[in-house]
């Protein structure tokens, strides 16, 4: 079993940043891909950000160029680095994590574990 439990979230205007963290518990994190999706209301759960093993990482469009995923493996950490952020961007966030570790699925059922999410809401 893997833990996860995310922070960071909160309430920014447009074009501000927030950093997401996911911390992990349990097994060896380090061996896991891991991946950041998102939830608004009404709307299906979606691929953010997600990151492998050795560190490859993957991004959905919309999102190119403003987030950066990150993970530091001695601290059992993921992060979700979020600038210029829009009103769009508003919703939950989720970790999630898999134990194959060489693929990023963008799908939510490519992962096994998941954290519980935080808001993240960005005024105009």
């Known amino acids: 079993q893997v833990q996860l439990v995310e922070s960071g979230g909160g309430l920014v205007q447009a074009g501000g940043s927030l950093r997401l963290s996911c911390a992990a518990s349990?097994?060896?994190?380090?061996?896991?891909?891991a991946g950041w999706f998102r939830q608004a209301p009404g709307k299906w759960r979606e691929f953010v950000a997600g990151?492998?093993?050795?560190?490859?990482?993957t991004y959905t469009d919309s999102v190119k160029g403003r987030f950066t995923i990150s993970r530091d493996n001695a601290k059992n950490t993921v992060y979700l680095q979020m600038s210029s952020l829009k009103p769009e961007d508003t919703a939950v966030y989720y970790c999630?994590?898999?134990?194959?570790?060489?693929?990023?699925?963008?799908?939510?059922?490519?992962?096994?574990?998941w954290g519980q999410g935080t808001q993240v809401t960005v005024s105009s």
């Open positions: 999630a994590a898999r134990s194959v570790s060489d693929i990023v699925p963008t799908t939510p059922s490519g992962y096994d574990f």
């Open positions: 990151i492998t093993w050795d560190a490859r990482e």
């Open positions: 349990g097994r060896t994190f380090s061996r896991f891909a």
